[in-house]
């Protein structure tokens, strides 16, 4: 539900005000991002457009997108590319193109845009020469760490020479760094006090770096360490930075003390625009959403399901318990709990509905794709859908009756699913870990189990294996009695769901996100 806000009007007169870089974003068109990070950005560019925001999101054209899967008669994932549809490459208007210095090389880049409203999407793009053209072919997918290196100096490059050439300094109130991989432009364009890092990655694990004679060789900087933590660059140059969550601070300033001073939280949170069933949102606004008119819409919504996931698979869910595991596949997410689940529950009234891809240069992951489709065939009651865009999200997470969580304590910064499922009056089971902790109360308006862990502790280990099986056994004990609920006491069941939602909506809300991050450019209209 959207709270009418507006920009302060000393503002309104200025081309831009908020800038955000961002490695990928999820727009409802096109394929430009690849898991949580791009559908959060994507929910703040909407939002942004709906409160009439001067708001300016960079990102890159990947050619190929990130990737899609087709699998083979043994089961295999077979990965191909993702061609940009030609309906969302017509919607981008090409502004001039310019030049940067890369590798020694003259490279021409081609901004394209994208407009809603006062917020404009700036996607570039190289367009000569062809090795440059190359290294932006494909999402996070790149064959060596140089490649790597040099496709995000190209954004920096790229970025700040935008900046130069079409918004004057004056005009920029924040210059918004999302993750790691963007903190190379502090060092191409210094501007004091305008830069925020926005740290999306939870652990001491997955701060990208890079060797310092790299860096070297594009910036002519001689740091002292023979390895370059991204992150500790951002949080050098940058005013302020953020967790994602309450418990992601907590962490974080365990592993960035030296930068204790900068460091805040502010949750994420969804677009309820975009992500709330547009037939929920009329109920609920107009105030007829209750205990009794919530079962028949819930029933509605699930012959809608019904007759999606057929087109996957010959299925009929009448009288079922709907459970659903989606999301992007790798292993702190622990997709293995919800395999083991399907097999030692299988004689139950339950359909599993996964959803997900890995990326693929994760063995790993391409192993957990494949065990899925293997249960997707031979398993009546088990439903895989392997790509997860905004569009299957948003059919899924409205349907369902239960939405899994299950990332390793201390491993997810934050988490939008659940935000999305409750928005939807679909309750969650999730383990202690991101943004849930703010916002579930056991046994009220969802589930909780496991461990609160902040302290790091790899995934893979006698000592997660531990944890592992101690929360497996207590994860399948709440899904029984949850299940249990559904089928002997359903109205106690929609007294949960009808609580997720009405408890989520005011927290989630992407308005108080942009609010929290921009509060003088935003205020609540005067009564």
Known sequence: ????????????????????????????????????????????????????????????????????????????????????????????????????RLRSEDVEVEPLIYENGNAKAVF??????????????????????????????????????????????????????????????????KIPGKYRLVIHTAGIWGHPSFPRNLIHSEYCYNLINPEVVLTDVGLAASSQAFAVSAKHLDILLKIFPHFGDKLSYVTNGINIERWMHPKLREIYES?????????????????????????????????????????????????????????????????????????????????????????????ENVIYLPEYTVDIAKKLLSGVDLLLFTPFSGWEACGTSYMKAAVNAVPTISSRD?????????????????????????????EADEINEREYQELKKTLLEAANLIISNPEAYYRISLSSMRSFIPRVSMIRVLREYYPQLIKLPTI
């Open 1 to 100: 539900m959207v709270i009418p806000v507006e920009p302060l009007d000393p503002l309104m007169g200025e081309e831009y005000n908020i800038i955000s870089v961002t490695p990928d974003m999820a727009l409802d068109i096109g394929h430009t991002y690849a898991g949580g990070l791009g559908v959060l950005e994507g929910d703040k560019f909407y939002a942004a457009a709906t409160l009439g925001l001067r708001y300016v999101t960079f990102s890159l054209m990947y050619s190929n997108g990130y990737v899609s899967y087709e699998f083979d008669a043994d089961g295999n994932p077979i990965p191909k590319p993702q061609p940009q549809p030609e309906e969302f490459l017509k919607l981008l208007k090409p502004m001039d193109k310019f030049r940067i």
């Open 434 to 462: 991101g943004g849930i902790l703010e916002l579930v109360v056991h046994g009220v308006n969802g589930w909780l189990f496991g461990d609160d862990i902040r302290e790091p502790i790899n995934y893979v280990g006698p």
């Open 124 to 189: 570039l793009r190289p367009t000569s020469p062809q090795w440059a053209s190359q290294l932006i072919d494909r999402l996070y997918i790149e064959s060596s760490l140089d490649e790597k290196f040099y496709k995000y100096t190209f954004f920096a490059k790229s970025v700040a020479e935008f900046i130069r050439r079409n918004i004057p300094i004056y005009n920029i109130t924040y210059i918004d760094l999302q993750e790691a991989y963007t903190a190379f432009l502090p060092l191409i364009l």
């Open 287 to 379: 105030h007829k959403l209750t205990l009794d008119t919530l079962p028949e819409f819930k029933r509605k919504i699930r012959n809608e399901l019904e007759g999606f996931l057929r087109n996957f698979k010959d299925v009929s869910i009448e009288g079922k318990i709907l459970v659903m595991w989606g999301r992007r596949i790798v292993a702190y997410k622990r997709p293995w709990l919800i395999v083991r689940l399907i097999k030692e529950l299988r004689d139950k009234r339950i359909v599993f509905i996964l959803s997900g891809k890995a990326h693929p240069n994760d063995g790993w992951g391409l192993e957990v794709m494949k065990e899925f489709m293997k249960l997707h065939r031979e398993r």
